[in-house]
């Protein structure tokens, strides 16, 4: 069965360092997305991204986030320089015509 | 705007003992619910899913009905194993299908 991949399982930065998290969607996906889990706290949506640009995103993705589609496969969100509250599970997710989201199995950032 | 509201864990059970995990959305229009489960370490997985009044999503014997008069989806299953322990979030997509908004997810513990 197909499925959402990200890499790194996990990542340990410096803060102020930027940070790259990477995904690769279901491959005839249209829609792709970005949530983040805080250690014990509720899953909280980043941004969705169609069509090679932003479609919605939330009060948390300010300027220090952004998202890319590089390449056919792979949908990237970047951290520019991270600070110690970015510390988190980042889930990708993604959709096609059918509107349910499909998971990644996320990335632990933690930020030191 | 919408959002959705899960009943607070953690829930701790005996194994075979009956499950109710209670749900209450706010959404305008014809939202879709979902149930996704986070087994320890793991992603988000869809559970099961509703996408119209008075449909009943159902899987691995877990079961959930789209209330519009109450609001609700709550989760149920009528006897529990030790592997289904996890933590369960309900969410609702809203009509664009652009966002999922999630609640804040029950622990449930199933002892021996």
């Known amino acids: 069965e197909p499925e959402v991949t990200q890499t790194p399982s996990h990542q340990v930065t410096q803060m102020g360092q930027e940070v790259i998290l990477r995904c690769v969607p279901i491959?005839?996906?249209?829609?792709f997305y970005w949530y983040r889990q805080i250690l014990g706290q509720k899953v909280e949506f980043l941004v969705s991204f169609y069509n090679n640009e932003i479609s919605e995103k939330s009060e948390i993705f300010d300027d220090q986030f952004s998202v890319e589609r590089p390449d056919g496969s792979n949908f990237t969100l970047k951290i520019r320089s991270t600070k110690l509250e970015d510390s988190a599970m980042y889930f990708c997710?993604?959709?096609?015509?059918?509107?349910?989201?499909?998971f990644g199995p996320g990335t632990r950032l933690l930020v030191l | 705007g919408d959002s959705v509201t899960q009943m607070e864990g953690p829930v701790t059970l005996s194994e075979e003992a009956f499950l109710t995990i209670n749900c209450t959305y706010t959404?305008?229009?014809?939202?879709?619910l979902f149930w996704y489960v986070q087994y320890p370490g793991e992603g988000l997985q869809l559970l099961l899913k509703a996408t119209k009044a008075d449909d009943k999503g159902s899987n691995k014997g877990f079961e959930a009905t789209y209330r519009k008069e109450t609001t609700s989806f709550h989760l149920e299953k009528g006897s529990v194993q030790v592997s289904d322990s996890a933590v369960y979030f309900c969410a609702l997509s809203d009509m664009m299908g652009n966002q999922f908004y999630f609640g804040t997810g029950t622990s449930l513990t199933v002892i021996p």
């Open positions: 491959s005839n996906h249209l829609y």
């Open positions: 997710a993604s959709t096609g015509i059918q509107e349910t989201q499909y």
């Open positions: 959404a305008t229009g014809y939202p879709s």
